[in-house]
């Protein structure tokens, strides 16, 4: 077994436009991954027959029986590369587009910096960018206190506390030692809470050479200001998670810094008292919501193709 064999994971739910040109984009790498798997949470659209239609035999599609949300997906689709022997697992979204040498930058940059500095980045994260070239703002890493400490010109990495699954580049070691992302989350804040695990062992490195365009039709962070009665149900999800987290890895006084980081929002976005009200709803649930981190199964038989 090689050392660098990768597998890609790409969470898709109704969107089978968007997930071709995915697909178009991993088949165009330069370094392109041994295998594609496509999990797929019971979409509703055309995306079984396009799927269907594809004879490459890198690809595969995976649809669940139901849809178990984004983090679900990353679950299934992470445990599914472990057991198939992956050694790394780049992990996206259906409507993110990497450019051709956005694979090989990241592996180039996660084994460069530990033959260089003798640590283990426990992720490599893309540098994602809107549709019209600006920064993607939900996509943003977030820092260690000391992250220009290996940075240099010819190796412009930063080190990374946390970031999305837009372009997170996982080692196998890091999934034997922390397990799978939440299943239960369902959706938001599965990445923060999963790159944040896996860096207890040694923060993740950001590499801005390596390019992703995240297609989303609003170009917006997390801020619980522009909440809405279409979103209302995303951060609903968001600020259950995030309490639930908080208040394992940081107690009372991280909730209460969460808690007020929402309300400071909120009252800046003037959210409208009902919807603020399944907020805090929300929170209360995450109090008491202590879902369960369950470990990758042991390695088995690599099926690769030829």
Same mark, same amino acid.
């Given at each position: 077994?090689?050392?660098?064999?990768?597998?890609?994971?790409?969470?898709?739910?109704?969107?089978?436009?968007?997930?071709?040109?995915?697909?178009?984009?991993?088949?165009?790498?330069? $370094?392109?991954?041994?295998?594609?798997?496509?999990? =797929?949470?019971?979409?509703?659209? &055309?995306? %079984? #027959?396009?799927?269907? *239609?594809?004879?490459?035999?890198?690809?595969?599609?995976?649809?669940?029986?139901?849809?178990?949300?984004?983090?679900?997906?990353?679950?299934?689709?992470?445990?599914?590369?472990?057991?198939?022997?992956?050694?790394?697992?780049?992990?996206?979204?259906?409507?993110?587009?990497?450019?051709?040498?956005?694979?090989?930058?990241?592996?180039?940059?996660?084994?460069?910096?530990?033959?260089?500095?003798?640590?283990?980045?426990?992720?490599?994260?893309?540098?994602?960018?809107?549709?019209?070239?600006?920064?993607?703002?939900?996509?943003?890493?977030?820092?260690?206190?000391?992250?220009?400490?290996?940075?240099?010109?010819?190796?412009?990495?930063?080190?990374?506390?946390?970031?999305?699954?837009?372009?997170?580049?996982?080692?196998?070691?890091? $999934?034997?030692?922390?397990?799978?992302?939440?299943? =239960?989350?369902?959706?938001?804040? &599965?990445? %923060? #809470?999963?790159?944040? *695990?896996?860096?207890?062992?040694?923060?993740?490195?950001?590499?801005?050479?390596?390019?992703?365009?995240?297609?989303?039709?609003?170009?917006?962070?997390?801020?619980?200001?522009?909440?809405?009665?279409?979103?209302?149900?995303?951060?609903?999800?968001?600020?259950?998670?995030?309490?639930?987290?908080?208040?394992?890895?940081?107690?009372?006084?991280?909730?209460?810094?969460?808690?007020?980081?929402?309300?400071?929002?909120?009252?800046?976005?003037?959210?409208?008292?009902?919807?603020?009200?399944?907020?805090?709803?929300?929170?209360?649930?995450?109090?008491?919501?202590?879902?369960?981190?369950?470990?990758?199964?042991?390695?088995?038989?690599?099926?690769?193709?030829?």
């Amino acid at each position: 077994m090689r050392g660098t064999a990768t597998a890609a994971v790409i969470v898709t739910f109704n969107r089978s436009a968007k997930l071709v040109r995915v697909i178009e984009a991993l088949q165009a790498q330069t $370094v392109r991954p041994d295998f594609i798997l496509v999990i =797929d949470n019971a979409s509703t659209d &055309d995306t %079984a #027959e396009v799927m269907g *239609r594809m004879t490459d035999p890198t690809l595969r599609h995976i649809r669940l029986p139901e849809n178990i949300g984004g983090a679900g997906g990353f679950h299934e689709g992470m445990r599914l590369a472990y057991e198939q022997g992956a050694d790394y697992l780049w992990i996206s979204d259906d409507d993110a587009y990497p450019e051709p040498d956005a694979l090989k930058k990241l592996l180039d940059a996660i084994t460069g910096f530990e033959a260089r500095y003798q640590w283990r980045p426990s992720f490599a994260c893309s540098n994602v960018k809107w549709i019209d070239g600006s920064h993607c703002e939900m996509n943003t890493p977030g820092t260690v206190w000391d992250w220009p400490r290996f940075y240099t010109p010819e190796t412009p990495w930063t080190l990374v506390r946390s970031c999305s699954f837009v372009s997170a580049l996982v080692p196998r070691w890091a $999934v034997t030692a922390h397990g799978l992302p939440i299943r =239960d989350y369902f959706i938001w804040y &599965d990445d %923060a #809470e999963y790159t944040q *695990r896996i860096a207890r062992s040694y923060p993740g490195i950001f590499v801005p050479d390596s390019l992703v365009v995240h297609d989303t039709p609003d170009n917006a962070g997390v801020n619980y200001g522009l909440i809405t009665d279409k979103n209302v149900w995303k951060f609903r999800y968001g600020a259950r998670n995030e309490t639930s987290f908080r208040k394992r890895e940081q107690g009372w006084p991280g909730v209460a810094q969460f808690v007020w980081q929402i309300y400071r929002q909120m009252r800046g976005g003037q959210v409208a008292k009902p919807l603020q009200r399944q907020i805090w709803k929300a929170v209360w649930t995450g109090l008491r919501f202590r879902p369960p981190i369950q470990m990758a199964e042991l390695q088995k038989e690599v099926v690769r193709p030829e």
